[in-house]
Structures are given as structure tokens and as C-alpha cells.
């Protein structure tokens, strides 16, 4: 069987939709910063009817189960269980922000470390490590000591976090540019879901 996949992402700002069909990648994505959940069935929509697709054949969707915007990532499950109550042979399958963010940065820099940065709450940060594309592990840090965490890291590992607005505040903390250079935004985004 075919696997013709619907892959939607919700968990920041930039909402997006990719649909892998007969082998071919469809994608459209919006930016967004309030109510992007209107957004997501347009998307889908926009792209089954710009590229021919047939939604009876889509047989699995990928889904981001965070960490990121709560509120949108549980529409997200509500849109997709309702999908899998109409069509009830699609397969609903879970993935996190780090490993989308992951294989972005890693499309584009298969050679290098990684550290992935995403902001729990005001005061506390996920902290995720790749080493050599393996993820090391996931720890959750105080905003205050991730800067002594940063500094002992910087010079082997690459920084990515998931939005602009948490750049910023990460860019806050530091002094050095040396240090802010090397932190940059890798959305989460729906072509990344597929695994390579």
C-alpha cells in the first residue's frame, strides 16, 4: 500500500500543512501569530485542491505533540480525530517539536551538534542535545542557570529555538554576540515531520 501522508504543524507562530502523495511533497504554510487554528483546514484544503489531491487516499497523519502553543496543538488532535472518525483507516502518528526542529537543522547541516532550546513557561526552558543526529537528552532548566549552560556548549554545538519571540528573550540574557550569533530560529514545519 501507498503511503499517502497529511503532516500538520501548529506549535508556533508558523502553521503549516504538507501532504506526501504518489511520492511527491505538497506544502503551504502560514505565519500567524493568534488563532492559526482557523487556518489549518484552509491549508489543507488550499493544497488538495491546487494539487489534485484525493482525501480518500491519505492513509496516515503526523502530528506535533509539543512541546509548544498547548492550545493549538490540542485543536490540532481534534481536527485530526475527526479526520479518523470519517476516515476511519488513517493511522495517527505523534511526533515532538525537537525532532522536527531537528531534521530542519539537519537538512541543512548534517555535520554539526545541536542544541535545541523551547520555553516551557516564564521561567523555565527545554533543553535538548543532538549529538552526531542523536538526541542525547531532555532536560527542563531554570531560565536563570541556562546561561552557565549555554557557555559550556557554545563552542562545540549549534543553538536553535522554535520562535522569534524566544529568541529574543534568550538574546537578552547575553552580552557576548559571539554567543547570540550562533542562536537561530529553526520552525517547526510540516515537511519536517516526515522521518528521512
Do not use: W
Not at 60 to 73: A, D, E, R, V
Not at 101 to 118: G, V
Amino acid at each position: 500500500m501507498k503511503h499517502n501522508i497529511l503532516a500538520i504543524e501548529t506549535s508556533t507562530e508558523l502553521c503549516s500543512v504538507t501532504i506526501l502523495y504518489k511520492k511527491k511533497m505538497y506544502t503551504k504554510y502560514i505565519f500567524s501569530k493568534q488563532k492559526k487554528n482557523k487556518y489549518i483546514l484552509i491549508l489543507i484544503n488550499y493544497v488538495i485542491s491546487k494539487y489534485n489531491i484525493n482525501i480518500n487516499h491519505i492513509n496516515k497523519i503526523i502530528i506535533n505533540k509539543g512541546p509548544g502553543s498547548i492550545i493549538s496543538i490540542r485543536i490540532t488532535k481534534i481536527i485530526v480525530y475527526l479526520f479518523k472518525i470519517k476516515f476511519t483507516k488513517i493511522k495517527i502518528i505523534k511526533t515532538t517539536s525537537f525532532d522536527i526542529m531537528a531534521r530542519n537543522f539537519f537538512s541543512k547541516n548534517p555535520q554539526k551538534n545541536l542544541i535545541i532550546l523551547i520555553e516551557k513557561n516564564s521561567k523555565n526552558i527545554y533543553f535538548c542535545k543532538y549529538k552526531n543526529k542523536k538526541k542525547k537528552n531532555i532536560k527542563i532548566i531554570n531560565l536563570i542557570n541556562i546561561k552557565q549552560k549555554i557557555h559550556k556548549y557554545t563552542k562545540y554545538y549549534n543553538i536553535i529555538v522554535n520562535t522569534y519571540q524566544f529568541k529574543k528573550k534568550i538574546i537578552n540574557l547575553f552580552k557576548k554576540k559571539k554567543i547570540t550569533k550562533k542562536i537561530k530560529i529553526f520552525y517547526p514545519k510540516a515537511k519536517y515531520m516526515f522521518k528521512s
